[in-house]
């Protein structure tokens, strides 16, 4: 398939890549020309406007990938809409609000123009060599990029959800769980940290991702960031959030779900921005390790 990628940070530039490796044409744009250029290192070419981008052959049926900040969707569905025609294809994979895809979904379809919503875990490594992905909208526009899908995700990680909105749906509710995993990995050790044992983190996660009941990702995201730093030292305890605690607590409260280990995740991050603990440093290493999310250096 022919792919208009919108959108190369460490997610687009690594789903850009999976898919040259399973024969995917890609054309690349991104604002920020220092991107285009780093992009371009890689054999993809990119364009410097989206003009050019949206340039078509007669017979050509726009799919264009969004991997672009939930903030910056709709300025780009704006930006693109006067380029498209009916039966075109957006497909948003970014971590945007389902409630907002709805909408997208309905004022696109109004105008004949496709929008499919999808949820991409597995981070940059994920996106390089298979993630995985969970996919929302109507059924026969699914299936024609399922091909796609499929090249991109790793073996039985791709699945179609349902309706438009519920690709993004699901990946707020993974992620309210990463939240919970990786707040309950943090805090134990943080115990083991305050222990009168000397320990060595780096051989204990290595030892843990190997046969507990624990092993896991997330264990090894650990594992590589104590190897690389074995007390992070180097970082603060500070943990930023994508805000897809907040949205999953927030449909909580309306169906009167109750999640209190996630919801007190989601305030151990609020409440990191004060405190340095070495719990915390440890839930920011794994973000750094498994998506390149920002930590800050001490």
Known sequence: MKIKLIGL?????NIALNLKDHGHQVIGYDVNEKARAEFETFGIPTVSNLSDLLRRDAAERHILLLFVPNQ????????????????????DAGNSNFNVSIKRFHL??????????????GGTYGARHGACLMVGGEKEVVDFLEPLFLDLSVKDGYSYVGKPGSGHFVKMVHNGIEYGMMQAI??????????????????IAKMWNHGSIIES??????????AKDPKLSEIQGKIDDSGEGMWMIEEALKYKV????ITQSLYAR???????????????AMRKEFGGHAVYKK
């Not at 696109?108 to 875990?121: A, E, M, P, Y």
């Not at 943090?186 to 044992?197: C, I, M, Q, R, V």
């Open 258 to 261: 109750s999640l209190p280990v």
């Open 186 to 203: 943090g805090e134990g050790f943080d115990l083991l940290e305050a222990s009168p044992f000397e320990l060595d983190y780096e051989k």
């Open 9 to 13: 940070g460490k997610m687009g530039t």
């Open 108 to 121: 696109l379809k109004g105008k004949g123009i496709h929008f499919i919503d999808v949820g991409t875990s």
């Open 270 to 284: 609020y409440k990191s921005r004060d405190e340095d603990l070495f719990g915390e440093k440890v839930v920011a």
């Open 217 to 226: 990702a997330l264990i090894g995201y650990i594992h590589s960031a104590f």
């Open 72 to 91: 910056k969707v709709d300025t780009v569905i704006e930006q693109i809409i006067p380029h498209l025609l009916p039966k075109d294809i957006i497909v």
